[in-house]
């Protein structure tokens, strides 16, 4: 449904965008998750022509961004980041206003303003000026103008940032409501936002994809990363090498504490060597009295992945 091809885009100097390439298919819901100025709402206002690519290309339902704009804008609602609205006009108003700039004539305006006020639960607000609505109203109004004309795919730009914690559980609900219907990108800086509604992350820093998949595949990444956490009574340089001589091991870090080696050992990604430490230390006669699995948290790996971005690794 999406399909993106080593799209760049540069201002000036500031490569906000560098080579990124993704798919996503029909009827999925996926979360473009990264940290402030990662290039999120740069990619997504490429995909919705709001702004060209340096390099590169996107297509929607088959059809490119830059040459067939019109049939894009057709196939997508987009609600922008800061969702900007009018605040003197009433919601229903608005919905009107903006169910003429496309194009739709007055009975299709009509029941599409029913049918997007209904699904957006904005029922008894429709005469209320924007104005005065609270925010995570007036970003359900974004939303509905977003579902205005029926599109296939729905982009998202940070949904349910500044709202207090009843609104973001009652956006996220209408979002995962919405995904029934529609093919949905949405990003987010917050993990747990795209944990929630999401079936498929992918994850960009400084501008590039550093990891993607559904988020089973991410945690299965995250413990083929995790590391050993032992405890081993031995002449320390002795422990250490002969750990680090065990296949798989990449690196042991000991610190001596009371007599007893404290280490921490990675290893190679998928490879459990538990059963061979307890082995080394049965024969060479060392006490052992920890052999622990330690599994970094997704939220960990999150917060690494952005860290290497930010010193350019
Ligand atoms: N119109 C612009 N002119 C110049 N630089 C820009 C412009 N828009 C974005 N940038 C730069 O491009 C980079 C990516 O910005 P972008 O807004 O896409 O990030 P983002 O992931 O949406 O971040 P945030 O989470 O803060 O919304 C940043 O370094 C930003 O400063
Ligand atoms: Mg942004």
Not at 21 to 40: D, H, Q, T
Not at 75 to 80: E, N
Not at 194 to 211: F, S, T
Not at 281 to 303: I, Q
């Amino acid at each position: 449904m999406i399909e993106v091809k080593n799209l760049t885009k540069s201002y000036g100097p500031v490569l906000a965008v560098d080579n990124v390439s993704f798919r996503v298919e029909a009827g999925e819901i996926v979360g473009f998750l990264g940290p402030n100025g990662a290039g999120k709402s740069t990619t997504l206002r490429i995909l919705t022509c709001y702004q060209p690519a340096t390099k590169g290309s996107a297509r929607v339902a088959g059809f490119d961004v830059f040459t067939q704009s019109m049939e894009v804008r057709r196939r997508i609602g987009y609600l922008p980041e800061g969702n900007p609205l009018y605040p003197e006009m009433r919601v229903r108003e608005y919905l009107n206003f903006r169910g003429k700039l496309r194009g739709m004539d007055r009975p299709g305006r009509e029941s599409a303003i029913k049918r997007v006020t209904d699904r957006c639960w904005l029922g008894d607000f429709v005469e209320r000026p924007i104005g005065q609505l609270s925010k995570g109203m007036r970003q359900r109004v974004g939303l509905a103008d977003a579902l205005l004309h029926d599109p296939e795919v729905v982009v998202l730009d940070e949904p349910t940032i500044g709202l207090d914690p009843n609104q973001i559980r009652e956006t996220r609900r209408l979002i995962s409501e919405l995904a029934k219907r529609h093919t949905i990108i949405l990003s987010s800086h917050i993990l747990p936002e795209v944990e929630a509604v999401c079936e498929r992350m992918i994850i960009i820093a400084g501008g590039k994809i550093r990891a993607s998949g559904s988020i089973g595949q991410i945690r299965d990444r995250i413990k083929g990363a995790s590391r050993l956490i032992a405890e081993v009574r031995g002449p320390k340089q002795e422990v250490e090498s002969a750990i680090s001589g065990i296949g798989g091991v990449r690196r042991v870090e000991g610190k001596a504490v009371d007599g007893w080696n404290r280490l921490r050992i990675d290893g190679s990604e998928g490879k459990d060597v538990r059963e061979e430490i307890a082995a080394l230390c049965a024969r060479r006669n060392w006490g052992l009295r920890e052999l622990r699995l330690e599994v970094g948290s997704l939220e960990e790996f999150f917060t690494q992945i952005t860290a290497e971005a930010a010193t350019g690794a």
